[in-house]
């Protein structure tokens, strides 16, 4: 099983950024896919999740409005489209897949997005 995430970067306040998440080894259609966060010195926190089909979305009240999750799931994909990104979203992102069925999941190794000027 493989989990990799890819997009992250440094970007300006106020900027865009899209993280992808690859998911290899799984059958992707039956994991619900997440985004989680860790700032340095702080616990990881939970900014959005997808069910299986993408039929129902859940955000961080600290990104509503500003975060898209998405998946595609004839690439085994699930992306965070960040936009009006604050310096206070300055963290390592991770994806986490949850079956289903037996509640199992894996990480990916994170992405690192920096937001400052």
């Known amino acids: 099983v493989q989990i990799v995430e890819s997009g992250g970067g440094l970007v300006q306040p106020g900027g865009s950024l899209r993280l992808s998440c690859a998911a290899s080894?799984?059958?992707?259609?039956?994991?619900?896919m997440s985004w989680f966060r860790q700032a340095p010195g702080k616990e990881r926190e939970l900014v959005a999740g997808?069910?299986?089909?993408?039929?129902?979305?859940d955000y961080a009240d600290a990104v509503k409005g500003r975060f898209t999750i998405s998946r595609d799931n004839a690439k085994n994909t699930v992306y965070l489209q960040m936009n009006s990104l604050k310096p206070e979203d300055t963290a390592v992102y991770y994806c986490?897949?949850?079956?289903?069925?037996?509640?199992?999941?894996?990480w990916g190794q994170g992405t690192q997005v920096t937001v400052s000027s």
């Open positions: 080894g799984i059958t992707f259609s039956r994991y619900i």
């Open positions: 986490k897949a949850t079956n289903v069925w037996d509640h199992s999941y894996q």
């Open positions: 997808i069910t299986s089909t993408g039929g129902r979305t």
